[in-house]
């Protein structure tokens, strides 16, 4: 059973930047892809970036692209989102996510992956 623990968040004025890392407990690249979620109060679960472990190639939400980056480090088995610009609708409880299984591109940013993280609150003030 994979566990994914997210650390990293926490509370940034508007135009800041944070790093949020999740760390798992096995060989992330057994994963065919993971990714960053959020879900902000009364909002559904939103996916915001993910890649495919075995290639690099990432993909963002319209809302991300530009701002936040994806990456991996195979070594620690981490995978982190580094955020910048943020803004205050980005404030929300953002989970790291892997699926073992490979989604097409067209459903990666979308919340089928099989394993969670609990989650890490990060929050933007104007």
């Known amino acids: 059973q994979e566990q994914l623990v997210e650390s990293g968040g926490g509370s940034v004025q508007a135009g800041g930047s944070l790093r949020v890392s999740c760390e798992a407990s096995?060989?992330?690249?057994?994963?065919?892809?993971m990714g960053w979620f959020r879900q902000a109060p009364g909002k559904e679960r939103e996916g915001v970036a993910a890649i495919y472990t075995s290639s690099g190639r990432t993909y963002y939400a319209d809302s991300a692209k530009g701002r936040f980056t994806i990456s991996q480090d195979n070594a620690k088995n981490t995978l982190y989102l580094q955020m910048n610009s943020l803004r205050p609708e980005d404030t929300a409880m953002y989970y790291c996510a892997a699926v073992s299984g490979c989604p097409s591109t067209a459903y990666i940013l979308s919340p089928i992956y099989n394993y969670w993280g609990q989650g890490t609150q990060v929050t933007v003030s104007s």
């Open positions: 096995g060989v992330i690249s057994r994963h065919c892809a």
